[in-house]
């Protein structure tokens, strides 16, 4: 399954990347896997000015940087059910180049060694299932907290979306 400009990133040159880096354009960014990736400030705090939650899939550096920014914000670690798991997973895909491939597994024991950070962990054994933990947490929020506005009055009754970011593939 490839991705979509514009639906799952917004694909950048490494110069307007950078440029965008400079201007504090990003909430967060990091480079991963020898790619930028960087969620864009104007996005999510238009969202939040809504009243409106906002769910990020970031890496640990993103996460660390949004706790700053967000000290209120929920961060949950999603883990493969083993460094094996994964493997089997990105070579599943057959478009991730052996030197990536490598680059991503590394990156991904330095990732789970810390995972502990988090507030929470689920493991991404089986996708509904941990989509449902996921719910059942944003849920346990809900009646721990007022909703914000424009929200359902459940979490459950409809997936949550995640905010499109900026990528840059090397390449």
Known sequence: MGEVAGQD??????EEFEAKIAAA???????????????PRLAVEEQLALG???LLEIEVLGARAIKETFAQ???LFILPPSLEELERRLRGRGNVP???LEKRLARAQEEIAVSAEFDGQIVNDDLEIALEQLEAVILAIALLAPMPKGQPESPKSQRASRQTGFAVANG
Do not use: S
Not at 9 to 14: C, G, I, V
Not at 27 to 34: C, D, F, I, P, V
């Open 98 to 100: 052996e030197a990536a």
């Open 25 to 39: 354009e990003l909430l967060e960014w990091a480079e991963y896997a020898g790619n930028y990736y960087g969620t």
């Open 9 to 14: 990133y917004y694909f950048l040159t490494r």
């Open 52 to 54: 409106h939650w906002v």
């Open 73 to 75: 914000a929920l961060r």
